[in-house]
């Protein structure tokens, strides 16, 4: 017989045994360094290039378009152009985009922004603060081929206290104001509902769970309750936080499908619970005080048949003269498609590509306050000096914190600050501006206000001196991408803690930073031009679009504008 | 009915019509004719169907391919997750060389099903070998002068994430 080389074999061939899912990436890249025949093979084929892109960029192809509808090639050219654009900063288009509220309306303070769909909750001018409208607006779109904005508004012939959509389901849950009759305690019904219609949705079961407030029989008063609201697949969290102390967290999770209720968290004060996420279908992550006061975790907890807290990760030991209040946590949101078909049609066509899922493509970001002055007579802390950072970590850390080691179904297992702390990246954010309702990270990126840095930026621990108040310099626009996911940890680090760190030196590590120092304009109908900058907020939004909120134009009290850079 | 297949050393082989359907060629000159021009040309016996590209030895291998899957569809998509029997990965086996023929063969015999698993032979015997020890494998001589390979280190320097994970 003779021996045929895989050098024999027509350029078809290679491309096919290239090209095929078989073989992973980094195959593909080992075998593009053979000679300059696989080269070219790897640098010239469309296919290969697309994943490659795709998996540089944490996305992943959308195979329920059929490649005859849209070729792959066709797909890679965007997804090109998509990322020249935004590895730049450089934006395809800048525009400004005026939310149509009907006449007798003025916006209210609830808004979401999900999937490039602008939703802001509104209500009467001369009615009391509660919503009773939401005007959606769904923002124009590169990779969805949206051109022109188009908006709606959806009358809930109710008054609502907040809400959460998810277009991928075309849900709408809101939880609803009802009038409290004492002495019964307060209730807050939640609806399921269409974003399209404002009806209520046709795959819930139930139109409406309740949740009544436990062991409560005094007057609740308006804004006394902060909602958090997450939607995960057919799961629905509520996170009733109240704004005032002393009074108990609620933390309820339903299956909004069946309408089966899955699990109560009660935070009695001291304790709270300041926010939570879902880190997959069974887990979420809950940013939790226990006792003693000042100790917070994060806990993860499972949410299967018994739900019960398998991990918990534990914030630094603290030395004299630090405090660190309770975190705010931020995720990338879960997105899960619901288990079995819906009647409900999503309500934007869908994506060519889409973010990764995978929890080690979605970033969660924690913002620690560090906080340091003295302890008066054991009791009061006078705060002398307060240092902001935030921290990164994917979900897969939290899911798996340490590979091989296997969660106790009894007792939860605590997860040191030593440990975990190393493996997540860091960033200084004192100067930023919060605004605690917007999200920055989506997917592996991390979007903000900053002042340009230029060269290394001297890093100071929050243990040293307090900083010197500055003037807030000129902001510009910093783009942060996360390394990719790691590869699995090796067995030599299982369980094998690492060596605890006794001092805390914040090491932010991306894979690359981009600044913009463009504030991004537009040009108004009256010639007037409206920069990012003027914005009070400033947001990411999918992968394509960084968004200012709240630009308002002069003279003009009541209107609404966006601005909107689309990438 | 049966098809009389004959290799590249003129050798001939009698196969079923299950059989031979497995093999797209085959199937468009028996069959396909028949749709074109009215009547079977290959139906009959004494005609046989000349491959002219593939050994006896390689045709009496795809055939047991085409054996075993004459009742079954074999998978002739696949991405990374998905497994294939494991009949399948004993009968591919992990000699390069005949791998390599079976691709060939398949290619030319437009065999999908068999053209995938043979992909998916070549990747389990790549997989994780470095890039010199590939070329050891293959007898490929690698044409790189060390300036074009720091230039692609350069060119992939985001890739060092993949292939040096920190």
Known sequence: MTRVTIENLPNELLVHILGTDFLNVRDILRCSRINSRFHSIVSSTVEIQYRLLLLQSTLVNNDAISSELLPLSQRFKMLRAHRAAIDRLDPTRCLQIPVGIPVGYVPGPTYELVDGIYARGIHNWYDSFFTRAITFVILPSVVLNIEEAEGWTVDLGMTIHDFAIEPLMDLLVVVEALPQHLPAPPVFPIHFMTMREGRPHPDARLESVEFTVPGTAHMVEHGEYLFIINVCGDLVGVLFRPRVLGIAHHLAIWNWRTGQHIWTYNAPPPMCIDSFAFLDIRHILLAASHEPLSEFTFDVVRIDEEPFVEFCFHPPELSMGLNIPTPILRSSPCRVPPTGRLIAKPVLPPPPFYSDPAPECRIFSLSLLFEYGQWLQMRAFRVQGRRRYTLFAPASLFLNPAPGLIPSTVSATHIPWSWWAPRTRWLECSTDPTNTHVCYTFGTRHVRWAAPTRGAEAQSSPFGPSPTPSLPPSRCVQLLTFPPPSLPVPPSEYVALAPPITSFQPMPVFAEQVDSELPYTVQTAGDIEVGLEECEGLCVDGFERIIGLEARDEGDEEALTLTVCVF | ?166
């Open chain 2, 1 to 166: 009915m049966s098809i009389t297949l004959i290799s590249k050393e003129g050798a001939q082989f009698l196969v079923s019509k299950p059989v031979a359907d497995r093999i797209g060629v085959v199937r468009d000159c028996a069959y396909g004719a028949d749709f074109w021009l009215g009547y079977a040309v290959a139906t009959d016996d004494s005609m046989g169907i000349t491959l002219a590209n593939v050994t006896s030895s390689i045709l009496s291998k795809i055939l047991v391919w085409c054996e075993h899957y004459k009742d079954m569809e074999p998978l002739v998509d696949g991405d990374s997750n998905m497994e294939f029997p494991e009949w399948d990965m004993a009968y591919i086996g992990h000699d390069m060389n005949q791998i390599l023929f079976v691709l060939e063969a398949a290619d030319y015999l437009h065999i999908p099903g068999l053209l995938l698993l043979a992909c998916k032979g070549i990747a389990d015997v790549l997989d994780g070998r470095n890039p010199r020890g590939i070329c050891d494998l293959l007898g490929i001589v690698m044409d790189f002068s060390h300036r074009q390979e720091v230039d692609m280190d350069k060119e992939n320097g985001y890739w060092r994430w993949f292939l040096h994970p920190t």
